[in-house]
């Protein structure tokens, strides 16, 4: 398991933000890639350098669970009894969906693990908060053992 805290603000673009139509300048084909000034180039490089201190000395292997959260800073039109708990669920822009490529792509450059498609169980959260940055807990799953939602009686019948 390897779980830490990134004290940054999270972005607040994501991986598509940064997807352009580009063209080859020697063959003249397009393609779909990202400007080294575009948002989504510049939060790659800031995950990659805030995950280079956490990347694992051996790759995780096998089948893996990734959850990531996101904790934003306060809206300053945040009502001070939303606030009291130090926690409430963000239900705006951008999409959850949206979120985890581009910081998995960084996990996979750095040797977290071999590739991406080893994350068989993604949480993705995000938040309003007082604690602001991104939490990241990589798990390794038994290959062998269902998640609880699944039941075994049912697949039989």
């Known amino acids: 398991m390897i779980e830490f805290f990134l004290e940054v ?22 393609f779909v890639g990202k400007k080294k000034t575009s948002a989504g180039k510049q939060m790659q490089r800031m995950f990659w350098s805030l995950l280079q201190e956490h990347a694992p000395k051996e790759m ?6 990734l959850q990531i959260c996101y904790v934003y800073p306060w809206r300053k039109s945040e009502k001070k009894s939303n606030k009291f708990s ?12 949206n979120f ?4 998995e792509d960084c996990m996979t450059d750095l040797k977290f693990w071999e590739d991406d498609n080893q994350v068989a169980q993604l949480l993705v959260e995000k938040a309003w908060g007082d604690k602001v940055g ?5 798990v390794q799953l038994n290959p062998t053992q269902p998640p609880k939602w699944y039941k075994q009686e049912e697949r039989m019948t």
């Open 9 to 30: 603000v999270p972005p607040t673009s994501t991986h598509q933000a940064g997807l352009t139509i580009l063209k080859n300048r020697k063959t003249g084909k397009q």
């Open 60 to 65: 995780l292997t096998g089948p893996l669970q």
């Open 86 to 97: 130090g926690w409430l669920w963000k239900d705006t822009k951008p999409d959850c969906t």
């Open 100 to 103: 985890p490529k581009t910081l």
């Open 134 to 138: 991104i939490r990241v807990k990589v």
